[in-house]
């Protein structure tokens, strides 16, 4: 008897061409950050004019490309994970203790991307601002901040639904490969 492809598969296989469009757009804008960086040091070297808060700018393009990327590497298992006890057990008991991570990291995601709220909320009442040169709004950076690390917490609680889905219907192998460790998913392929 053949098996049907799982159509949990199909939706995380949409999430992680949507998280690839994500990474890529996270990426141009450190690359263009790195220019701009680049192109002040070299102002700088060549005794010219500085544009100044290039740091500034920097810290800021990392915050925001760490948030953003992070469901791009769940989704891609790049996150680092021991496997200890995983690699010992079968096919069930590695669906199982992945599943269970998968619940880990979205309840820690979302709790994180609830105590980020606050933080925006303050920095939008107050009319904060960064305490630079630049003076840079800080709801600036805080909202498109705040907004990956939901983005995060979204694709992390759908991804583990989709996984505990595959196990419930005793799909080990593929539960494993949507949420498994790095190198078994390599070596499933």
Same mark, same amino acid.
């Given at each position: ?13 949409r999430?992680r061409r949507?998280?690839?469009g $994500?990474?890529? #757009?996270?990426?141009?804008m450190?690359?263009?950050? &790195?220019?701009? !960086? /680049?192109?002040?040091? %070299?102002?700088? *070297? ?14 800021y393009?990392?915050?925001l490309?760490?948030a ?7 989704l ?13 057990g079968g ?6 203790l992945?599943?269970?991570?998968m619940? $880990?990291v979205? #309840?820690?995601?979302?709790f994180?991307?609830?105590? &980020?709220?606050? !933080? /925006?909320?303050?920095? %939008?009442?107050? *009319?904060s601002r ?9 709801a600036?950076v ?8 939901v ?9 583990t639904l ?13 539960a494993?490969?949507a949420?498994?460790?790095f ?5 499933a392929?």
């Amino acid at each position: 008897m053949t098996r049907h492809p799982a159509p949990e598969l199909a939706w995380i296989a949409r999430l992680r061409r949507l998280n690839a469009g $994500v990474a890529v #757009a996270a990426g141009a804008m450190l690359l263009l950050c &790195a220019g701009f !960086v /680049l192109l002040d040091v %070299v102002l700088r *070297g060549l005794d010219l004019h500085s544009f100044g808060g290039t740091e500034e700018v920097a810290g800021y393009a990392m915050a925001l490309g760490t948030a953003w990327g992070m469901a791009y590497a769940l989704l891609e298992l790049a996150h680092v994970r021991i496997d200890l006890l995983r690699a010992r057990g079968g096919p069930t008991a590695r669906a199982v203790l992945d599943v269970g991570c998968m619940v $880990v990291v979205s #309840a820690t995601v979302t709790f994180v991307a609830a105590k &980020a709220w606050p !933080v /925006l909320e303050r920095s %939008v009442v107050n *009319g904060s601002r960064a305490n630079t040169p630049l003076e840079t709004p800080l709801a600036w950076v805080q909202g498109p901040w705040f907004a990956g690390w939901v983005w995060f917490a979204v694709m992390s609680c759908l991804l583990t639904l989709l996984a505990l889905s595959l196990v419930v219907r005793g799909r080990m192998a593929e539960a494993e490969s949507a949420v498994g460790a790095f190198a078994e998913r390599d070596a499933a392929r």
